[in-house]
């Protein structure tokens, strides 16, 4: 996934000559992928200062390897007032894969995301799906920082943390929500797998009053 920059990307079955628009993901406009089916070997060229989100999980190899075009992906606002974020879903469950989920998120400064507090560590569908997940963050501007806590109901994972450009912060079980700062917008890149490629979250009860409808307006 290209966060920034254009590329010329080949595999024995694709070549993709000149992918890529925006030079920062801050310009906030849809990014360009490729989804790489896992018998293949990919080659990336750049054609420009790159920088290039290269997200993996398991896989079968049941799709064929394709372009990601910005008008494939679908963008939408979620929640409202200080806790609005703006969302491109890279490669949700509606579109083929056999487990990555990613979306990119922006959140303005002094606003929360990933919030009201939500986690997805449980297969219990049709309540709740397990799936791991990463963050890649980028702060605008670069000297800036975001909090983010990870965290159970008992409290064996607790960690809050702050995080600065270009760090990555791993969820492998719990709730995850973000905090921006004043003066800094966040961007950041959702990887998420799990057994089940389905998103189903579940809200931490003493904050589900925050937003109870959750949301979302198609942009």
Not at 82 to 89: D, G, L, M, P
Not at 176 to 182: I, L
Not at 187 to 211: D, Q
Request: with cysteine; glycine share 6%.
């Amino acid at each position: 996934m290209l966060v920034a920059g254009r590329a010329f990307i080949s595999t024995p079955s694709a070549q993709f000559t000149d992918i890529g628009e925006r030079m920062s993901p801050f310009e906030r406009i849809k990014p360009w992928a490729v989804y790489v089916t896992p018998q293949e070997a990919v080659q990336v060229k750049a054609l420009t200062k790159l920088e290039l989100a290269v997200c993996t999980a398991p896989g079968k190899g049941t799709y064929p390897t394709r372009l990601i075009a910005p008008q494939d992906i679908d963008g939408e606002a979620r929640g409202n007032g200080h806790n609005q974020r703006y969302v491109h879903n890279i490669l949700p469950e509606d579109k083929p894969a056999d487990s990555l989920l990613v979306v990119e998120v922006w959140t303005n400064e002094g606003c929360t995301s990933s919030y009201p507090s939500h986690k997805h560590d449980t297969n219990n569908p049709p309540q709740e799906s397990y799936l791991e997940e990463t963050y890649y963050h980028r702060l605008n501007p670069e000297q800036g920082f975001c909090m983010q806590r990870v965290y159970t109901d008992d409290r064996t994972l607790d960690e809050c943390m702050a995080v600065y450009n270009r760090d990555v912060v791993m969820v492998p079980k719990g709730y995850h929500p973000v905090a921006t700062m004043a003066g800094y917008d966040s961007y950041y890149l959702n990887v998420m797998a799990g057994p089940v490629r389905k998103w189903i979250f579940t809200w931490e009860k003493e904050h589900s009053w925050i937003n109870t409808e959750y949301s979302a307006i198609s942009l």
